[in-house]
């Protein structure tokens, strides 16, 4: 029962922070999860990436040994995460997509209890309690009740009750969805820190600005099947560049305008007249200043400039030949537009 | 963030149990959190504030005079069925709050932690005999104001309140299975008062079971609350401990023993 294990370097658990082989689960005849494999190395941020219902939580859950996989197997440091679970939860944090935290007690009883459930001290438990609210921010919201918590409050919180054991890997579905762009950004900061102590961190985000910018190499997960894998620079490489959108003021200069575009540029572009809008990838981006000179030396005046960035729906565009569900809608409204 | 490194995981010491000891304490610590809950939330004590306080004073003006000639020498009687009646019931809640908890997103947490698995459950079973001893304490008050005075004096009224505690507790863990398997805690009310209605009325807790029709009679003598509420009279009444007691304390062990495997099984299948 007692027996001790220490983790034997041959399972190859030291460099591989999870390890999963075609992970699958069912809910009625819904394959949620549809054959999902992994791998993270340790001390390394990875991002999960996928639409509404893709299967991310899902799959976090299983790999956190919140819900038993129906096939396939998954390994946290080595450890199985059905037939070691107990030693699993040694090793991970886990905030989920909506906070596991107790409503009805505050701030300062929730992690009072999480402490001494993980064994410290009354005093340590203390301690570390004040220190985690201090850290993020929490310290004199620390006796209310949670019922009055923003969003944000509670899902600092959440993590921060992650955080007591100091996990070597740490799982966040969803960190950063429902904040603001300031809340946003601090969560950012603090996930590059857990990385710098050393620990592991598995996120899912639906945003791929989100994942550019915290995540080591991205999963892009639809339907419960992983349908691309590889660095930041990889997955937009393939996705292509980012596009210029310029709105004309007056619709007759919309033809003169758009010739002016593709000399400029030397690129094909879109028109969608009703709009006043013409869209052109833009492959060189000091182009752009020469482009507007142009315009300006036509006389063509611009109501809007913008430049748009590969989004999700591209990626997904150009991975599986087809857009994020909700949008479709869209993307044909803007086909029917050329 | 403290900026401290983490211990590299080859460094840990890592066990796949939770020893006895941790079982104990993840237990006690759960017990904590239902007692800070109720201190958050004193309204759930409502009912075993005024159950005992509005029963007591109801039935014993209602029933007193048709059965025991006045309200005073009443009381000897319906106080023990009261205390019975009202304890008991509250063990109910135990089943519903248990289903409502594991609803709750803190449930995934407790379930990611390392700890024994089975610590919630033993957590929430501790914390409610809180409740029990409120209910208690109140009924005993209730019908001390009223003018009861027990015999048996104040060592074997405090005998007769822990043996009631203890029987309840036993009954808890029966709405604690109902809770676990249930998939609405009002589903678990509904069971649990449909259980519990005809079984605490079809008893000697409120009038004397002679006057009952012979079929209802011999239900009344079999049913396990008839006997622990004979008990509380022979204790409070006269001071002696007799057969009921014994009764009262095999059936709430047998009812342990039946219950807390089932439900500690169908809890782990379900967390
Ligand atoms: N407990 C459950 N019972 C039945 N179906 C479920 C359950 N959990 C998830 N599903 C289904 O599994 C699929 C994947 O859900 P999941 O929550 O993993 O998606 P997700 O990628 O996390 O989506 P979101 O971005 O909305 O959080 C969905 O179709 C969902 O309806
Ligand atoms: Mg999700």
Sequence with gaps: MNSVHTREPAAGGRDWA???????????????????????RAGTIYGVLGPNGAGKTTTIRMLATLLRPDAGSARIFGHDVVKESHIVRQLIGVTGQYASVDETLSAWENLIIFSRLLGLGRQEARRKASELLEEFGLAEAAK?????????????LDLAASLIAQPPLIFLDEPTTGLDPRTRAQMWDTIRRLVQTGSTVLLTTQYLDEADQLADRIAVIDHGRVIAEGTVDELKASVGSSSLQLRIQNPGDIEVARQAVERVLKVQSIVSPEAGKITAPMANADLVADLLITLREAGIRLTEMSVQKPTLDEVFLTITGHGVEEDASDEAKQEEAM | MSSLPITPVSELQLKNHASLRQSVRNSFTMAYRGLLKIRRTPEQLFDVTFQPIIF???????????????????????IPGILVQTVITTSIVTGVQLREDMDKGVFDRFKSLPIARIAPLAGALLADTVRYT???????VMGYIMGYRPHGGFGDVVIAGVLVIACS??????????????????????IAMLILFPLTFVSNAYVPV????????????????????????????????????GISLIGAAIIVAIFAPLTVRAYMRRT
């Design chain 2, 56 to 78: 007591t004073l109801m039935f014993t003006y209602i029933f007193g005079g048709a059965i025991s000639g006045n309200v005073h020498s009443y009381l000897p009687l319906i």
């Design chain 2, 210 to 245: 002679k006057t009952m029709p012979d079929w209802l009679q011999w239900v009344a003598k079999f049913n396990p609350i008839s006997h622990l509420i004979s008990a509380v009279r022979d204790l409070t009444n006269a001071g002696t401990i007799g057969g009921d007691f």
């Design chain 2, 169 to 190: 507790w036993a009954v808890s863990w029966i709405f604690a299975f109902f809770g676990v398997i249930a998939r609405t805690a009002s589903s678990v009310q509904g």
């Design chain 2, 134 to 140: 409120v209910a208690t304490v109140l009924t005993f």
């Design chain 1, 144 to 156: 209310r009740p949670l019922k009055n918590f923003s969003g944000g409050m509670r899902r600092r």
């Design chain 1, 18 to 40: 999870v390890e999963a082989r075609g992970l699958v689960k069912t809910f009625g005849d819904n394959r949620a999860v549809d054959g999902v494999d992994l791998n993270v």
